[in-house]
């Protein structure tokens, strides 16, 4: 079951933070990532959001 994050992400191709929903993933490390896509552009962004 998957975590929904809504929050602010860096867009490396707008260059500039824009509001986003997304899915939180858990990585190997156990750091927790949002996950979407820039509303704007469609780039994928990512948000690293600390351990769980
Ligand atoms: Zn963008």
Redesign the pocket.
Known sequence: MAETYKGEAY??????K?QFEGFVNVSDSGRRMAKGK??????T?NRILGKA
Do not use: M, S
């Open positions: 867009c490396v191709k707008c260059k500039e824009r820039c509303p704007v552009c469609g780039t962004v």
